[in-house]
C-alpha cells in the first residue's frame, strides 16, 4: 500500500531563519510526487510537481527536491506570510489517485 | 478565470439524514476529485469523476456516492450520515483525469450530530 509519511508535524521559525520539510513515501513506482500549501479556512493550493530523483523545483523562497525514498521542501529566509500547512502527496504508477501525508505546519514568527 | 466553487460552505445534519453537496469545476476541467479531510487521518481520496463516469475510488463504504453532469459539475451524496463523518470535504478539478496537479475549492465542512 502506497504511504507519506511527514515531518515534523509542526515546525516554529523566526523570519528569515531557513529550514527544510520532509516526505517520505513507499509507493511502487512513482508517478509523481507533488507539494501542496493549505491556508486555515482553504482547499490546498498546487505548489510543485516532481518526477524523478535528482529533480528539483524552485518557486520564490521554496525549493522542492526528490530522491528515491524522500522529498524535501526547503524554505529559504521564511517570511510570516509562508505560515501553512503543507501537504505531499504521491501518484503511483497505473494509479491515478493522489496519496497523502498529514501536512507540516509551519509558523513564522515575525 | 473563476475557481472551483463548492456548496453550501457549511452544514450541520444529524445521524442517520443524507446529505449533498456540489461542486462546480475551473471552466474547462472535465475532471473532478472528492476528498475528505480530518484532523486524524488527514486528506483521504474518496473518488474521481471524468466525462459523467467515476473513474477511480478510494478505500470508503458505499454510503459514499458521487456523479458527474454532462457540464462536469458533480454532487457527492453521503446516505445514513454517522457522527464520523463530520469532516471538511474537498473538491478538486483538473484538466484531464488522473491529474496529479489539481485546483482545490474551499471546502464543505459537514458536522454530524
Known amino acids: 500500500e502506497d504511504q507519506v509519511t511527514q515531518s515534523p508535524e509542526a515546525l516554529r521559525l523566526q523570519e528569515g531563519e531557513s529550514s527544510s520539510l520532509n516526505c517520505s513515501y513507499t509507493?511502487?513506482?512513482?508517478?509523481?510526487l507533488f507539494w501542496y500549501r493549505q491556508d486555515p479556512g482553504k482547499g490546498p493550493e498546487f505548489l510543485f510537481t516532481?518526477?524523478?530523483a535528482g529533480e528539483e523545483k524552485e518557486k520564490e523562497r521554496l525549493k522542492a527536491t526528490l530522491t528515491k525514498k524522500e522529498s524535501f521542501l526547503h524554505i529559504t529566509a521564511p517570511k510570516p506570510e509562508d505560515s501553512a500547512t503543507y501537504l505531499c502527496?504521491?501518484?503511483?504508477?497505473?494509479?491515478?489517485?493522489?496519496?497523502f501525508g498529514k501536512g507540516t505546519k509551519l509558523t513564522v514568527n515575525p | 478565470k473563476a475557481g472551483v466553487t463548492q456548496t453550501p460552505r457549511y452544514l450541520i445534519k444529524t445521524r442517520g439524514q443524507q446529505v449533498t453537496l456540489s461542486c462546480s469545476p475551473i471552466?474547462?476541467?472535465?475532471?473532478v476529485s472528492w476528498y475528505q479531510q480530518t484532523p486524524g487521518q488527514g486528506l483521504q481520496f474518496l473518488f474521481e469523476y471524468f466525462s459523467e463516469t467515476q473513474r477511480n475510488k478510494g478505500n470508503f463504504p458505499g454510503r459514499f456516492s458521487g456523479r458527474q453532469f454532462s457540464n462536469s459539475r458533480s454532487e457527492m451524496n453521503v446516505s445514513t450520515l454517522e457522527l464520523g463523518d463530520s469532516a471538511l470535504y474537498l473538491c478538486?478539478?483538473?484538466?484531464?483525469w488522473g491529474a496529479g496537479e489539481q485546483f482545490f475549492g474551499p471546502g464543505t465542512r459537514l458536522t454530524v450530530l
Open positions: 502527496a504521491v501518484q503511483a504508477g497505473g494509479s491515478e489517485k493522489l496519496v
Open positions: 516532481l518526477y524523478s
Open positions: 509507493v511502487s513506482g512513482l508517478r509523481g
Open positions: 478538486a478539478s483538473s484538466l484531464e
Open positions: 471552466s474547462g476541467h472535465r475532471s
